[in-house]
Structures are given as C-alpha cells and as structure tokens.
C-alpha cells in the first residue's frame, strides 16, 4: 500500500482519498456559493447524521460525501439523508454522481 496526501494505492488501483474527495467538493461549493457557510457535522454527535451542512442564505442542504459508491455507509445515514431531503435537500455524493448532485444543488440552493 503507498499513500500520498491525494491517493492511496491499494490492490494496483490508485485510489482518491475521502478527505481528498470531500475538500475539492466543498471548495467547488464554495465556489459556487461565495458567501455560504459550510459545516463539517461531528460524527459523534448524531451517528449517521450526513457528514456536511451547506448553509445558504435562507436555505440549507446536507451532503454524505463518499470517495466511492462502494464505501461503507454507516448505520443511520440513509436514515438521516432521507430526513433531512424532505426537510430540504440531502444526499449521497460520490465521484460517479457528483455532477448530477451538484446540478440538483443548484436548483436547492
């Protein structure tokens, strides 16, 4: 296995790091929205609460964001991304959706 700060290769696969995957997503929100706050949620507070809060200016959304389709999903997230979607806007994120998430945000925010 070698790992850098932007892959890991793992069973002759590069692979992209979560915490990678997740930091160029929330700087293209960022981008996207100047002026939003964004919120990395604590995993301990609520188990399965999606891992990210988007707040812009009178509305929110809330994004699970995977580096992989096949990455572990957590008790309870699907739980609270279904919560929280008829609150207002949720979802899984991963590279293979990405673009379509992030169009559906566009409309949400």
């Known amino acids: 296995m070698i790992k850098n700060h932007f892959l890991l290769f793992l069973k002759g696969v590069f692979v992209i790091l979560e915490s990678n995957f997740q930091k160029k997503v929330i700087d293209e ?45 957590q008790p309870n997230q699907p739980y609270w991304v279904d919560v929280l979607d008829a609150m207002s806007f949720a979802r899984f994120l991963t590279p293979e959706n990405k673009e379509d998430i992030l169009h559906e945000l566009r409309k949400a925010l």
């Open 29 to 73: 929100i960022q981008a996207m929205y100047p002026g939003a706050v964004i919120l990395k949620n604590d995993p301990n507070y609520i188990q399965g609460i999606p891992d990210w809060l988007i707040l812009n200016n009178k509305r929110w959304a809330a994004l699970e964001i995977k580096r992989s389709p096949r990455s572990g999903i």
